[in-house]
């Protein structure tokens, strides 16, 4: 299955989204880090013709939790990788940039290109015990 590449950069208030279309030419958008800005993301993903992605971002922190649950429930391929791998990719492009609009392009190029595996849903109970080892972290 090769389903378009989503590059997500999750912040604590915001995320940024780049969705690689065909012929490699990116769209990018910027939500809220909740429930209304994950609907948003739908509705701008609907208004692409896109029904499903292969939706990729950094493991860090825990503020992409939520955002990557909600993409699981809504069907799509969700992998959230070790951020040394989006480093190394940029390296190998000779990115040196860092912006939120950037990181995002790199994620998605590197989900297209690479695509790693999905990761598996994480049950109920085990999203609630990661949020409970995070806030228990010092």
């Known amino acids: 299955m090769n389903l378009p590449p989503l590059g997500l950069d999750p912040a604590k208030l915001k995320f940024n989204a780049c969705l690689v279309r065909a012929g490699g030419k990116l769209r990018h958008k910027i939500f809220p880090n909740n429930p209304e800005g994950f609907s948003q ?20 922190g825990t503020y992409g939790d939520s955002l990557a649950t909600y993409l699981h429930e809504q069907d799509h391929l969700v992998s959230v990788v070790n951020p ?10 000779l990115s040196r940039t860092k912006t939120d609009r950037v990181e995002a392009a790199l994620i998605a190029g590197f989900c297209g ?26």
């Open 41 to 60: 993301l739908s509705d701008w993903l609907k208004k692409q013709g896109v029904k499903q992605v292969h939706a990729c971002m950094e493991a860090t």
């Open 84 to 93: 040394a791998a989006i480093k190394a990719y940029a390296q190998s492009h």
């Open 113 to 138: 290109e690479r695509r790693p595996r999905p990761d598996a849903r994480l049950s109920v109970k085990c999203r609630n015990c990661k949020r409970l080892c995070a806030a228990w972290s010092p």
